[in-house]
């Protein structure tokens, strides 16, 4: 199973871009890469999957490098109600597998 | 837009009686999951279902844990004789592998969650 590594915390201003970085540097051929938001007391939601380049929804972009060994998660224009924890996952689809949530980023959107 | 939705939203129990935790799954998903958070801490994988049977589970879903797909709509999971270490989050998944692009994905999609409580 691939590790993943994402800073713990992250801190920005109301309607500033934020990226948030994973590294995943023993990713297999046949993962594709998954972020998910949490709020408090809430379950995952989902936010956007990729395999390799950009995929882009209405919410975020997701960003991945020819070599896979990283991504990067966009979301433009953030505010408040964007404050919450956001996990970078990796995993084959084909499989129906669990998923492996580690710590998160925890994101704090202030004015 | 579907969404996985889980009853109730709070559950109460003693140590050492059971409970039943249900999740109706998004109407065309195949594969059903169990997670559990406790306060703080990450969200834990407990077990996945597939055509009626396990197909995973990890070292938490012990005996005292079961699963159930009862009448088709429903997933349920039941907890024997709960501890207080059980106090948690649960949440139900789903999902259907599927095509995206002409690329199989298995995007998974969580429920609100069921706070359970046991004193």
């Known amino acids: 199973l691939a590790k993943t590594t994402q800073p713990i915390s992250m801190d920005s201003y109301e309607g500033q871009e934020v990226n948030i970085t994973c590294s995943h540097n023993n990713i297999a051929t046949n993962d594709y890469i998954t972020w998910y938001q949490q709020f408090p007391s809430q379950g995952p939601r989902f936010i956007i999957q990729g395999y390799k380049t950009k995929v882009t929804n209405e919410v975020a972009s997701l960003f991945i490098p020819a070599d896979r060994k990283s991504s990067t998660l966009s979301l433009p224009r953030v505010s408040l109600s964007d404050t919450a924890v956001y996990y970078c996952?990796?995993?084959?689809?084909?499989?129906?597998?669990?998923?492996?949530f580690g710590t998160g980023t925890r994101l704090q959107v202030t004015l | 837009e579907p969404e996985v939705t889980q009853t109730p939203s709070h559950q109460v129990t003693q140590m050492g009686q059971e409970v039943i935790l249900r999740c109706v799954p998004i109407s065309n998903h195949l594969y059903f999951y169990w997670y559990r958070q406790i306060l703080g801490q990450k969200v834990e994988f407990l077990v996945s279902?597939?055509?009626?049977?396990?197909?995973?589970k990890s070292e938490i879903f012990d005996d005292q844990f079961s699963v159930e797909r009862p009448d088709g709509s429903n997933f349920t999971l039941k907890i024997r004789s709960t501890k207080l270490e059980d106090s948690a989050m649960y949440f139900c998944a789903s999902s259907s592998r599927g095509d995206l692009a002409g690329e199989v994905t298995d995007t998974q999609y969580f429920g609100p969650g069921t706070r359970l409580t046991v004193l």
């Open positions: 279902f597939y055509n009626n049977e396990i197909s995973e």
């Open positions: 996952l990796v995993g084959d689809p084909g499989t129906a597998s669990k998923l492996t």
